[in-house]
């Protein structure tokens, strides 16, 4: 957070605030009073003088500042931030120390605390050329039937949006950061008609995390009617180096469907002869006139084939519809 560059000692909630992913909470489950730790080690390694420039240096760099509204996603790893992962690392590996370890077998600790690197690497699998999707400036909010969408150059026959994401940056003449930012989120949803799905619906379940595309159901599997509502999930990630908006169509669905996910670390799923029937895409689209490094669009998608959506209207009795939703800050 900004407060703790501004701070010659920073404050307690200013520290605690640079976790990501509630891991405090959840150490403390293991071991009480390790959040009073982490903030003791913090303070122990802050500079006040030095720290402070250098905090305030990233946070330039990463130009958060200026426009915290409309801010460009750079992955900068934040002074404040390297601070704060020294000290939770040295406060566990102390606890650690103190640990019978023939009694203390956590293999979910390293996984807590560590950057999720398979999803780091999952998303570069899924890097494509952004697909022809009209602009998120151009649309507005509201539902609609599901129809095809102009599939990638690799996919044959009909390929449909099951859920997209997209920001778009706004860049006035003349300038070179960005005034406005116009979000979009579509996603599908399992209705009786149009007139059933709520004003104030959401495209996306919340339920899910990017785990569960790989995370096979721990219940047998109900051959009931699915229920009606948004089918794929969106999994915000907050990590070191930036939020992300992940969706996540999830291998319980999958099998319910009668189809097979892939292996970690690839989003997708396979039918009985082998061919990928959802695929996953991310991209990021530059504006070189202006700044090399700054996005004018990112976004991803999950797309299926005509089989998916068939056999979702199956599962759910009922009919496929597409709702979208727009937000602009400036």
């Not at 050329?129 to 400036?137: A, F, Q, S, V």
């Amino acid at each position: 957070m900004s407060s703790t560059t501004e701070e010659t000692v920073p404050s307690e909630e200013a520290i605690q605030s640079l976790d990501h992913g509630d891991r405090l909470r959840a150490l403390e489950a293991r071991w009480s009073g390790i959040t009073d730790d982490v903030v003791a080690e913090f303070r122990e390694l802050w500079r006040p003088g030095e720290d402070v420039e250098s905090a305030r240096s990233r946070w330039d760099l990463a130009e958060i500042k200026d426009r915290p509204d409309v801010w460009v996603p750079r992955e900068i790893i934040l002074w404040e931030s390297e601070i704060f992962e020294r000290a939770l690392h040295r406060a566990v590996c102390r606890r650690l120390s103190m640990a019978d370890p023939f009694r203390f077998n956590d293999t979910n600790l390293a996984d807590m605390l560590l950057p999720p690197t398979n999803l780091l690497v999952s998303l570069d699998r899924a890097l494509a050329t952004r697909p022809g999707y009209p602009l998120p400036t151009s649309l507005r909010s509201g539902s609609q039937w599901l129809s095809p969408v102009a599939p990638a150059p690799d996919c044959d026959g009909d390929w449909y949006t099951l859920a997209m994401i997209e920001r778009e940056w706004i860049t006035r003449d003349r300038e070179w950061k960005p005034s406005r930012v116009v979000s979009v989120h579509r996603g599908v949803v399992a209705a009786a008609s149009a007139a059933s799905i709520a004003a104030d619906a959401s495209p996306y379940r919340s339920d899910l995390t990017y785990r569960d595309w790989w995370d096979e159901p721990s219940v047998p599997l109900v051959l009931a009617p699915l229920p009606h509502g948004p089918v794929i999930g969106c999994d915000v990630r907050v990590d070191l180096l930036s939020s992300r908006s992940l969706l996540v169509a999830s291998a319980g669905l999958a099998h319910r469907l009668g189809f097979t996910h892939l292996e970690s670390p690839d989003f997708g799923w396979r039918d009985s002869n082998g061919d990928v029937v959802l695929r996953a895409r991310y991209w990021r689209v530059r504006d070189r006139r202006r700044s090399a490094d700054l996005p004018t669009l990112m976004g991803n998608d999950l797309i299926a084939t005509e089989a998916v959506v068939e056999r979702l209207r199956n599962a759910t009795r009922a009919k496929i519809f597409e709702l979208r939703g727009t937000h602009t800050r400036e």
